[in-house]
Every structure is written in C-alpha cells, then in structure tokens.
C-alpha cells in the first residue's frame, strides 16, 4: 500500500506515537564501516507519498541493528551493533533533524525506476565468443571463461569473479571496474581483445592465440584442482621452508621471489608482534588449506610461538605474493 | 461495553472512561500497582539521546514491562564475551549490571509473556533463561538449551500470547521452527520440544504476531526459485549499479498460527513480494499495517493487513 525511501541498507524498524511515525535504522553495512548513522523518521500517513514521507533523521551509532519500545511507550531502545553501545532515545523529545542526508532523495530517484528493471540476458553463443586468454601491455593476464551461462573473469592470480551484464557488451566486474568486449554475432567467431574500464582508465588487453593461451588455461584448471582436492602447489612448502630459514638468519633472498614481493617484505614483517628471528626453531608445519583466495596456508610452529603463512606461487616457481600473521 | 483489565498498555483515562461503574474499584487497584513500584524505572532520561557503552557489538534490546530491566544480546568478540547484557534502568539512569555468559552468541531474544523466562535465538541453538534468577544475580541462570544439531542461524524468536508456542527463525535454514513451550518448561528443554519447521523461502527472520493472534508474518530476503518469481533486485553489496539485476524480490510470509501447531510443513498460507531483501517489520498499534524494512531497496514498505489473508498462489496442501 507504499513505499518510502530512507537511507542506505534499512535494518530495524519500528512504530511511534499510536501508530502516527515509523522509525527505521539506515545501517548502511555493506559500505560505512564503522561511520556513525541515521534513523529516518517517516510520516505514517504519507507513507505512499515517496519522499514527502519523510520528517527527518536522527543521528545514530554505528550499524543501527534493533529497536524496542518501552512498555509506556516513552522510551525508544536501539541498538547499535557496530558502535558497541545501546542508545536511549527520549520519544517526545526525538532529535529530529529536518536536513536530509543526500542518500535519502537519491534512493528515493532509485525507487521512482525500480519497475524498469529487468534481468539482462545475453546470448549464450554470444558469451562463447567472448571466452578465452587476453593480455594486458604491461600487467596480468585476463582469463575469461563461461561456467554454465554465467560469464566468470580471473585477472592475474586473483580469485575467479562473476561478471554481470549491464549490456550485451559491457560487464561489471566490481565498483569501479567494468569489461567491455566488442560487439560480435552470435556464433561467428570470437572477441579479439577486451577493454578493462577501470575509474578512469581504460586498458586494452589482447587475445592470445591457443598456443600463448594454454599455459595460463593449464594453470588456472590446475589451480581449480588443487581447490577442489585441497592439494598444495607443488613446491611452496620448500620455497616458504628457504624463505623463512632466510628471514632468520635475517639475509632475505631476491630470487626466490618477484620484485613486488621482495619490496612488500619490510613492511609484512613489520606487522609481526615478534619479530621471525626471535621466534625460535622452526618445529613443524602443517599444511591448512586453499584459500578461496588461491593460496596455500601453512601454519607454522617455532619454539616460542606460530605464523599463519599464506603463499602464492607463479609458474616460474617464484613467490608472486605472500603474507604473514 | 464490557470492562475488561488490559493486560497490555492499559490506559488510566480510557479505562475511566469505559468503565465508569468501575470507577471507584480501579482506582484502588491502580494505586497498589503504583505501590507495587519502588522507583520510576519508566522515567526517560535527562538527554533526549543517551549512549550507553556495552562490551561487544550488540544484536537485539528487550526492556521489561516494568522498564527496570533491559536485556541487550552481545554477539561477542571473535568467539568470547558472548552473552546477555542485563542493565538497571532506575529514575533515568542506565546501568550495566551483569553479563550472563552464553556459548553460542545470541541474536534475536523475547521475553514470555508470564515475564519469568527470556528466550535467545542464538545461531546454533535456543536458548532458556530464569529471568528473576538473571536480574537477581544468581550463578547461573540459564535453564537449558537445544539445537537440532545444523547450523541454521536461529536468529529471531518470539511467543504467542498464552506462552504455549514458541517460534524460532532459522536464517540459514530456511525455515522458522515451531517449538511446544508449555511442554518445553515442563518437560525440560530438549529438541523433544520441537513440533516442527515451517518452510519460510530464503533467509526468513522477521517474527511478528497479527494483534488477534490468529498469524505470523515472517520476512524471506529472496523468493526461492521454485516460486517463479522475476528477477527485480541487484546483488546485494556496494556500488552495484541498479541496471544489474540477479534476484528476485524477497517476501512477507504468512503463516497460519493454529496450523503452525498441529501440521507445521503447510503453515504457510501466503506469501506477497516485498522489495529486494526485506529483513524487519513493526506492527502498528492497531495491527491494521506492518512495515518493512527492505534491505536492498533502501524503503521501507507498508503493507494492508486485510489483504495479507491466504492466496490463491499457494500450493493447495492436503
């Protein structure tokens, strides 16, 4: 019988005043972190007039998550997930605020569309045509691949992510990023290259023929193995055993890895509460899993105390990433 | 018009009004009730908004009909400190009294209606605890617990007006589980307790009586596939624009409370798309609306709850 517009990612709500306002927690926690929020007030009566609903916002915590009303109907109970604390809030003096946050008209703008929208389908042979191995001038390279009808993307040695269609030739990767391939029929040949749209910059990437294409299609169905079984990458636990035996004897080595991690090494080791050389003999280590991330975590004992050891390994056999906790 | 003694939210005036020839007997009563207080617990505080820090991140707040109690769940930090928050509410000043400590970190908690037992859906299991035994410092207040064995993310619970059911929402389990409370606080708190589940679509949570007691209206964050129903949502993260669309719209779910008892699989009498990811819902005073907070749509959706009634969309059962 209506909708109103509030603020982002609505969670608790409740009603005020013999039925007269309803109250309901923006806890916008999929993107505040841990940002102070709003209750909006709303108009019961206006409740199918959008925008003309809402009376105002009253400053909240973090992640507004549940409210409850006191059995006089005096107090209002709100609890505020991401700020650790419990909010009391006088009902007959509210600290209504009558300047919206601008999130407010822009979801109501959202709403005013929301019948338009309509599932993007894009043809499966279409998709076909866009799956393979394309390489950036100076980067990783981007494998594309079809799992069912759903288009997937794997940039480098990051996770395979699905992309969706906003087009038949523009796909969202995440905030930000988006794939654009050019405009082919369907079942007549493939995309010969894709552009990454990324905030501002576009990079154009090349499709590889099969011969280039296969040792990055080998790696990524064999990392799909190893995922699947839970089997470590042949050859990390002696390529972590040389690096930590390394950092002890505080002579890291450059060639057991790339550049980038050899530059990331100060600061990771930094982040250690003890420092690796003070951790004593290593006394054994225990293979945990494949990360969803595509590492392989180790846990690591020593005499006087333990690392979590994430490592990625290239096909050349060199560290390409890794951490330490 | 018959006089009869509200139990809930009675109003001084209007039951002067209604029951006048009774004027004089209510009078007396009302004036032991005021006795029978010791302090204002009621009294709002001096600040409009007061803050009250707790020692981990909160879920759910449920004061006592009195208002001198105010039971907040504490998810915990990382796996410890998980527990019910018992704070003293006296003449507008709020204190942490106690932390009763729990094993499974607790969501969603009601009190019965008796006020003697509080109820925590808590992610594994549901659990019972004393009440005066909470607020009166006792060891260890909590009575029992049970969980069907799964993690369904029990996250909401709540109980109908004569204490003999409770309903639990199984966030993971798709599903709200019909529990036999008289039996249960008789009988011990074990799954032998359980009557049922009720399939309750996708991720249900929301727990709300209609006034008269006859149903429940649950939320479902997305329908299920089976139901057919078009894609109209985008997923559910941030900076997503509106153009993706991947999911169907969620639901309110009615649910028939007498059915709920003695055949709990075919409960369910409606279900009515209720925006992208619908996850809460007042009640107004009248219980003529509910209101929904949707999620994924940033509304809030207020729905007739005349027109809540069975639909002709549902399998027939039977």
Avoid at chain 1, 130 to 137: K, L
Avoid at chain 1, 295 to 310: N, Q
Avoid at chain 2, 36 to 60: H, K, Q
Avoid at chain 2, 161 to 172: A, G, M, P, Q
Wanted: hydrophobic share 40%.
């Amino acid at each position: 019988m209506g909708i109103a517009p509030v603020g982002d990612a609505p969670v608790p709500v409740t009603v005020l005043d013999k039925g007269q306002k309803v109250v309901a927690g923006n806890s916008n926690r999929f993107a505040a972190g841990n940002a102070p929020q709003t209750l909006v007030v709303l108009d019961a009566g206006k409740i199918s007039e959008g925008l003309n609903a809402v009376l105002g916002v009253i400053p909240v915590g973090a992640f507004p998550r549940e409210m409850a009303v006191s059995a006089d109907r005096r107090t209002l109970f709100l609890t505020n997930f991401g700020s650790k604390t419990l909010q009391v809030l006088d009902i007959a003096h509210l600290p209504i605020d009558t300047n919206l946050p601008p999130e407010i008209a822009a979801n109501a703008a959202a709403l005013a569309h929301r019948s338009e929208r309509r599932e993007i389908t894009v043809d499966g042979k279409i998709l076909n045509g866009y799956t393979g191995v394309y390489q950036t001038p100076d980067g990783p390279a981007l494998l594309i691949a079809l799992n069912g009808n759903q288009l997937t993307a794997k940039i480098g040695m990051q996770p395979e992510m699905n992309i969706l269609p906003e087009s038949d030739t523009m796909f969202f990767l995440r905030p930000g990023m988006q794939i654009e391939f050019p405009k082919i029929d369907a079942g007549q040949g493939n995309a010969d290259q894709v552009i990454l749209h990324q905030t501002g910059r576009d990079i154009t990437a090349k499709r590889l023929d099969d011969a280039a294409a296969k040792p990055f299609l080998d790696a990524g169905s064999a990392f799909a193995k190893r995922l699947k079984n839970q089997t470590p990458a042949p050859g990390s636990e002696a390529a972590m055993r040389k690096m930590i035996e390394d950092l002890q004897l505080g002579k890291p080595d450059s060639d057991l890895m790339n550049a980038d991690s050899f530059a990331a090494l100060r600061r990771e080791l930094e982040r250690l509460p003890t420092p690796i050389a003070q951790l004593g003999s290593l006394q054994s280590v225990t293979f945990t899993e494949v990360g969803p991330g595509g590492a392989d975590i180790y846990h690591v004992k020593f005499e006087k105390g333990s690392l979590d050891y994430r490592i990625w390994l290239g096909p050349d056999g060199k560290i390409e990433a890794f951490s330490l906790r | 018009m018959s006089c009869i003694w509200l139990s809930e939210s009675w109003d001084y005036n209007r039951l002067m009004a209604r029951c006048s020839s009774y004027a004089f007997a209510l009078a007396i009563a009302l004036t032991l009730a005021a006795q029978a207080r010791p302090s204002e617990c009621d009294a709002p505080a001096a600040s409009p908004s007061l803050t009250i820090p707790l020692p981990s991140s909160p879920f759910a707040v449920t004061p006592t009909r009195d208002g001198c109690w105010i039971f907040v769940s504490l998810t915990g930090n990382g796996g410890t400190g998980a527990g019910i928050a018992v704070l003293k509410r006296s003449r507008g000043i709020i204190q942490l009294s106690r932390v009763v400590p729990l094993k499974s970190a607790p969501t969603g908690i009601t009190l019965t209606h008796d006020r003697r037992l509080l109820v925590a859906a808590a992610t594994n299991a549901t659990i019972f605890i004393d009440v005066p035994r909470m607020i009166g410092g006792a060891a260890d207040p909590v009575l029992g617990s049970f969980s069907d064995g799964r993690a369904t993310g029990s996250i909401y619970a709540n109980i109908t007006r004569n204490d003999k059911l409770l309903f639990v929402s199984e966030e993971s389990g798709q599903s709200v589980t019909v529990i036999d409370l008289k039996r249960a606080r008789k009988k011990g708190y074990t799954t032998d307790a359980i009557i049922g589940k009720i399939p309750a679509g996708s991720a249900p949570i929301a727990l709300t009586f209609s006034r008269n007691g006859k149903w429940l209206y649950t939320t479902s964050q997305a329908a299920l596939p089976d139901w057919n129903w078009p894609k109209a949502c985008k997923p559910e993260a941030p900076g997503i624009p509106d153009s993706i669309v991947t999911r169907p719209e969620g639901a309110v779910i009615v649910i028939d409370v007498a059915r709920a008892r003695k055949d709990p699989a075919h409960a369910v009498v409606a279900r009515v798309p209720a925006g992208c990811s619908p996850v809460r819902m007042a009640i107004s005073p009248d219980g003529d609306r509910i209101y929904v907070t949707a999620r994924n749509s940033n509304a809030v959706l207020a729905f007739d709850t005349a027109k809540l009634l069975p639909t002709r969309d549902m399998p027939k059962w039977g």
